[in-house]
């Protein structure tokens, strides 16, 4: 007890600094009209950062702002008068003050997310008419109770699909004003693209894996070892070290870039024995993810929604899901969406089965078969560029 009163003493004394100074002398914050936009608090590169561009370039009667961590390798993409630094008192301040704030996640970078206890400080002292909009990161398929407005209290929630409007709307009982079809942000950046010669291996993380701090580069030697002794180890190392792949790779000249998530990146070192030339492991620092997706000519993922992303762009993809029971059991549960059922691609589960795969899409030249973009032309409405839009004006609407 002692121990969680001294956790919030001093973030709360500089929450209760940043309100007295804001209304005793920055009340000209509160009209300003600030909006706040963040993501993982050292990335600009997903739907906020689309989302950011487009008020900031079409709406100059918004001071919209970007939450980021100081010295992050994307603050350089943003302009420089429109950065708030992730922790300083001018981000205590800026988030006090804005009538709306957005993020990718539920937390909206806001001041100490990472205390609970100081939701509710946060709640007491921010301007009474304060907005939180928690846009998509990815489109959502999974049961999450953390999509419920009882669990979080957001005051818009977006989808990126009707699919996704209708089963959200039912299994949580969104009210029609809490929930948009909006589309997602970084779609409007995927209709114009150019591809390389490159197969794309993209998994998603492992809650029980996952290191303690996922924004170092390095992890102790207890969780490598128990990373290293996991079945999600086994069975990516088995796929790159495959030597019928590495002829196929070589005998067409293909790129494989292994591109561990977010959380897993600290990982990717124990990768080192992966050691062809046309297999890069690739870091979160030097690689943008949109950016791999336009560029690929086939995804391999295991539950990633960033296979929406792929197949948004009618691009082939495979699902490689060998420890569907663990998955479910231990991450997150079955939603709507059921791979075999639903999805863009085939669901294998054997190493030996990828490989055999990957070889007959570079056959059909990296062509997505009729029946699965059938599947992807009638899931994927709205398709346009007017998600941005579409967001914009749904927060617009939240005044009235």
């Not at 990335?43 to 100059?60: I, L, S, T």
């Not at 495959?242 to 293909?254: C, G, P, S, V, Y």
């Not at 050691?275 to 950016?291: C, E, K, M, S, T």
């Amino acid at each position: 007890m002692k121990n969680k009163l001294m956790q919030i003493v001093g973030p709360t004394f500089q929450m209760l600094a940043a309100y007295t100074v804001l209304h005793l002398f920055k009340r000209s914050l509160l009209r300003m009209n600030i909006w706040t936009v963040g993501e993982k608090k050292t990335e600009a590169r997903d739907n906020g950062y689309h989302f950011f561009n487009y008020v900031h370039k079409n709406h100059p009667e918004v001071n919209i702002y970007y939450i980021i961590a100081k010295g992050a390798p994307d603050e350089k993409k943003l302009p420089a008068d429109r950065v708030v630094h992730f922790g300083t008192f001018m981000h205590k301040l800026y988030c006090l003050a804005a009538i709306n704030c957005i993020g990718g996640q539920a937390h909206a970078n806001k001041p100490y997310y990472n205390i609970p206890a100081m939701k509710r400080v946060y709640d007491r002292l921010k301007r009474k008419s304060q907005k939180l909009i928690w846009i998509s990161h990815g489109v959502r398929k999974d049961k999450i109770d953390a999509f419920s407005p009882k669990v979080t209290n957001y005051s818009l929630f977006t989808v990126a699909t009707q699919t996704e409007y209708k089963y959200y709307t039912k299994q949580f009982e969104i009210p029609e004003n809490k929930i948009a079809l909006t589309g997602l942000c970084r779609f409007d950046n995927l209709h114009q693209f150019k591809t390389k010669r490159q197969i794309l291996v993209m998994p998603t993380f492992r809650s029980w894996l996952k290191p303690r701090d996922t924004s170092l580069d390095e992890v102790t030697k207890e969780q490598a070892e128990l990373f290293t002794s996991s079945p999600f180890f086994h069975y990516y190392f088995e796929l790159l070290t495959n030597k019928r792949l590495h002829q196929l790779l070589e005998k067409d000249n293909i790129q494989l870039i292994f591109y561990l998530h977010y959380s897993f990146q600290a990982y990717r070192r124990l990768f080192r024995g992966v050691n062809h030339p046309n297999i890069l492991i690739a870091g979160r620092n030097d690689y943008d993810v949109q950016a791999l997706l336009k560029e690929s000519l086939l995804l391999v993922t295991d539950y990633s929604s960033v296979f929406f992303d792929f197949c948004y762009m009618k691009k082939p993809v495979i699902y490689y899901q060998f420890d569907q029971d663990e998955y479910r059991s231990k991450h997150y549960k079955e939603g709507y969406w059921s791979y075999e059922r639903d999805g863009f691609g085939p669901v294998l589960k054997e190493c030996k089965d990828v490989v055999n795969e990957i070889e007959d899409v570079v056959k059909s030249s990296f062509v997505l078969s009729p029946e699965y973009k059938k599947k992807a032309d009638e899931f994927f409405v709205p398709y346009d560029n007017n998600n941005c839009k579409r967001l914009y004006e749904a927060i617009i609407n939240l005044k009235n």
